[in-house]
């Protein structure tokens, strides 16, 4: 007896409950009272007809990165154009001007006008080239490292919609099947057969199953808001899903890899770069000259060339391009981390994909035998040959394998995406 007291005051609260809002866990049982519970946000619009191509174009139009493909071009069209000079710096104006009114006074007079040029190192203009070629090549590998990237965005927005609207799905049908225990259990209280402690069992399961639909469609509201963010659409796919990639290896055509190796190229370009920098260019001078020695002469013109050629210094130029091939060294190391890193994960996705096809056989067989029990203890309870509650836990049980098989195939279609976002491939 002092073990049906507490369950007695959970019946006492209940009732209580029922009385102050009689719809809540009433016979009501229309589809609009079990499928769409009052919500404040509105969801998404489902589209059959909405093609994934056109998600990913509305997700890569807003994608934050979008205006650093404009500056990687630009900044290759810029070195483009300075390697294409005849000359590897701009060319200096020399003015000069000379008289003696502040001392002597005797009339000279010196002026001179000219143009100075510094002239490419051997292989420096070759090297502004090569820049400018790497350059070109960052800017089609951040294309695709780009798409890449908002792929993996949208896939993850998109499988997380797939999760919370099936979870969504499941708790409705929850509702259902509370609901249809409710009436049955009204039905046999009104004849007799039952205590209205049974009945009480199972107006509280409706409540709580009315309570997980609420916090589900919480859920699928927050999937749809960043869904929304990503893309800017209102409306949704029904459903999505994708297939194995095709080849399953990192390759050196990787987007990621790409990527990494055209900086990696940039960089060592750069050090080449700095070195040439550092060991100075040729200079050519070109200018004329007028001058006198006093007012008593007459003024001379004449023409002059120059030649300025820079020699030694490797201390200096090795110095200079230091940091440039620290910055080399440490290209190479993210390329190699990020190839280990690549390599790592698609082991991981592959094991798991391999560990849950034998995970889904076992949650498909758990799932046919609580199906089957739970109409078994339906029909008992409505013929009167069982009571509430091992039809309650039998009703539980089902909606728990059914949600866990859905759930494991739900996952792998995400790890498939995942395994094709880990070998390059975008939507």
Same mark, same amino acid.
């Given at each position: 007896?002092?073990?049906?007291?507490?369950?007695?005051?959970?019946?006492?609260?209940?009732?209580?409950?029922?009385?102050?809002?009689?719809?809540?866990?009433? *016979?009501?049982?229309?589809?609009?009272?079990?499928?769409?519970?009052?919500?404040?946000?509105?969801?998404?619009?489902?589209?059959?007809?909405?093609? +994934?191509?056109?998600?990913?174009?509305?997700?890569?139009?807003?994608?934050?990165?979008?205006?650093?493909?404009? @500056?990687?071009?630009?900044?290759?069209?810029?070195?483009?154009? %300075?390697? /294409?000079?005849? +000359?590897? !710096?701009?060319?200096?104006?020399?003015?000069?001007?000379?008289?003696?009114?502040?001392?002597?006074?005797?009339? %000279?007079? &010196?002026?001179?006008?000219?143009?100075?040029?510094?002239?490419? #190192?051997?292989?420096?203009?070759?090297?502004?080239?090569?820049? $400018? &070629?790497?350059?070109?090549?960052?800017?089609?590998?951040?294309?695709?490292?780009?798409?890449?990237?908002?792929?993996?965005?949208?896939?993850?927005?998109?499988?997380?919609?797939?999760?919370?609207?099936?979870?969504?799905?499941?708790?409705?049908?929850?509702?259902?099947?509370?609901? /249809?225990?409710?009436?049955?259990? &009204?039905?046999?209280?009104?004849?007799?057969?039952?205590?209205?402690?049974? =009945?009480?069992?199972?107006?509280?399961?409706?409540?709580?199953?009315?309570?997980?639909?609420?916090?589900?469609?919480?859920?699928?509201?927050?999937?749809?808001?960043?869904?929304?963010?990503?893309?800017?659409?209102?409306?949704?796919?029904?459903?999505?899903?994708?297939?194995?990639? *095709?080849?399953?290896?990192?390759?050196?055509?990787?987007?990621?890899? #790409?990527?990494?190796? @055209?900086?990696?190229?940039?960089?060592?370009?750069?050090?080449?770069?700095?070195?040439?920098?550092?060991?100075?260019?040729?200079?050519?001078?070109?200018?004329?000259?007028?001058?006198? *020695?006093? !007012? %008593?002469?007459?003024?001379?013109?004449?023409?002059?060339?120059? =030649?300025?050629?820079?020699?030694?210094?490797?201390?200096?130029?090795?110095?200079?391009?230091? $940091?440039?091939?620290? @910055?080399?060294?440490?290209?190479?190391?993210?390329?190699?981390?990020?190839?280990?890193?690549?390599?790592?994960?698609?082991?991981?996705?592959?094991?798991?994909?391999?560990?849950?096809?034998?995970?889904?056989?076992?949650?498909?067989?758990?799932?046919?035998?609580?199906?089957?029990?739970?109409?078994? $203890?339906?029909?008992?309870?409505?013929?009167?040959?069982?009571? +509430?509650?091992?039809?309650?836990?039998?009703?539980?049980?089902?909606?728990?394998?059914?949600?866990?098989?859905?759930?494991?195939?739900?996952?792998?279609?995400?790890?498939?995406?995942?395994?094709?976002?880990?070998?390059? &491939?975008?939507?």
């Amino acid at each position: 007896m002092k073990a049906l007291l507490p369950f007695a005051g959970v019946c006492l609260s209940l009732a209580v409950a029922l009385a102050a809002n009689p719809a809540t866990a009433s *016979g009501a049982s229309g589809p609009e009272a079990v499928a769409h519970p009052h919500n404040e946000h509105p969801h998404l619009a489902v589209s059959d007809t909405l093609a +994934i191509e056109q998600i990913f174009q509305a997700a890569l139009q807003l994608a934050p990165e979008q205006s650093l493909g404009g @500056a990687y071009q630009q900044q290759a069209d810029a070195q483009q154009q %300075l390697s /294409r000079r005849l +000359i590897a !710096n701009r060319p200096r104006l020399n003015l000069s001007y000379w008289d003696d009114q502040a001392g002597d006074n005797n009339g %000279l007079r &010196e002026m001179e006008a000219g143009v100075a040029v510094d002239l490419w #190192r051997p292989g420096e203009r070759r090297n502004a080239r090569a820049l $400018a &070629e790497s350059f070109e090549q960052g800017v089609n590998a951040w294309q695709d490292y780009q798409q890449l990237a908002v792929s993996g965005r949208l896939r993850d927005a998109l499988h997380q919609l797939n999760n919370r609207s099936a979870q969504r799905e499941h708790a409705v049908a929850a509702v259902a099947d509370a609901q /249809r225990l409710l009436d049955i259990s &009204e039905t046999r209280f009104k004849a007799g057969d039952i205590a209205r402690a049974d =009945v009480m069992q199972s107006q509280a399961l409706l409540l709580e199953t009315r309570q997980q639909l609420l916090e589900r469609e919480a859920e699928l509201v927050d999937a749809e808001r960043q869904y929304k963010t990503l893309t800017g659409l209102q409306q949704r796919p029904a459903r999505f899903s994708e297939t194995r990639p *095709g080849h399953q290896r990192i390759d050196q055509q990787h987007p990621r890899l #790409r990527l990494l190796l @055209a900086q990696r190229q940039q960089q060592a370009e750069r050090v080449q770069q700095q070195r040439h920098a550092a060991a100075g260019n040729s200079t050519v001078s070109l200018g004329v000259r007028r001058e006198r *020695g006093s !007012n %008593l002469e007459p003024e001379i013109e004449s023409l002059g060339l120059s =030649v300025s050629i820079p020699f030694g210094g490797s201390s200096h130029t090795a110095a200079a391009s230091s $940091a440039a091939a620290v @910055a080399l060294a440490d290209a190479d190391v993210r390329v190699k981390q990020a190839r280990l890193q690549l390599q790592q994960q698609l082991h991981e996705v592959e094991h798991e994909l391999d560990m849950l096809g034998e995970s889904l056989n076992y949650a498909t067989q758990a799932r046919d035998l609580a199906r089957r029990q739970w109409q078994m $203890a339906e029909r008992a309870f409505a013929t009167g040959e069982s009571d +509430i509650r091992p039809t309650i836990l039998a009703l539980q049980q089902y909606r728990q394998s059914q949600l866990q098989w859905q759930l494991l195939q739900l996952r792998q279609q995400a790890l498939i995406s995942s395994l094709r976002q880990t070998v390059g &491939e975008p939507l």
